[in-house]
């Protein structure tokens, strides 16, 4: 900017030298005025260039943020189908364990104490041991197994723990 306003004092002490109508000094101001508001063509460029720079920076974070928010769609239907299976596996262990509840309701209201073989209906069983139940094991309940003596099958009866009231 130092640069135009030395041209425009140069210009104005060398126009005296020539037989022509002085110009007034405030053409040359508003000249200047002008240019200040406005910037040169230059640094209108640079700003420009800069103002580019940065629609660029915003459009690949722009398409960077709408993949990262099409792969969150993804893996919030991936849960979803998750959740709705696991639902689903639940809903059966709930209808398994209701079966099981009935069944161990019925053995304690017919008044059965001695167990009765399985294949044949035989109460004449021989004792053979035990092991814990596949399913409720983990929380103290047995299978209880015996031999029938009449058809030689083995019968495997659930034997919860009495010390456990909420078995019960």
């Known amino acids: 900017m130092g640069h135009i306003r030395e041209s425009i004092s140069w210009l104005y002490s060398h126009l005296s030298l020539f037989p022509i109508k002085k110009i007034p000094m405030n053409i040359f101001t ?4 002008l240019i200040n508001e406005h910037g040169s063509s230059t640094i ?3 700003r420009i260039l800069l103002l580019k720079e940065k629609h660029a920076l915003f459009v690949s ?3 960077a943020h709408k993949t990262k928010i099409a792969e969150l769609g993804t ?21 398994d364990i209701s079966q099981l ?3 161990i309701d019925s053995f304690q209201i017919s008044g059965a104490k001695d167990p009765v073989c399985d294949h044949c209906g035989s109460s004449r069983l021989k004792r053979t041991g035990n ?22 099958k083995e019968t495997a ?6 010390n456990d009231s909420h078995l019960n």
Do not use: H
Request: hydrophobic letters at 30%.
């Open 157 to 162: 009866i659930m034997i919860i723990p009495s």
């Open 75 to 95: 893996q919030v239907r991936q849960l979803k189908n998750e959740i709705t299976k696991l639902q689903e596996i639940n809903e059966k262990l709930k209808f």
């Open 101 to 103: 509840t009935d069944k």
């Open 131 to 152: 092991k814990p139940n596949k399913r409720f094991g983990r929380l103290g309940v047995k299978d209880t197994l015996f031999q029938c003596e009449d058809c030689g």
């Open 44 to 46: 209108l460029q640079e």
């Open 30 to 33: 508003d000249i200047e005025k």
């Open 61 to 63: 974070e722009n398409i």
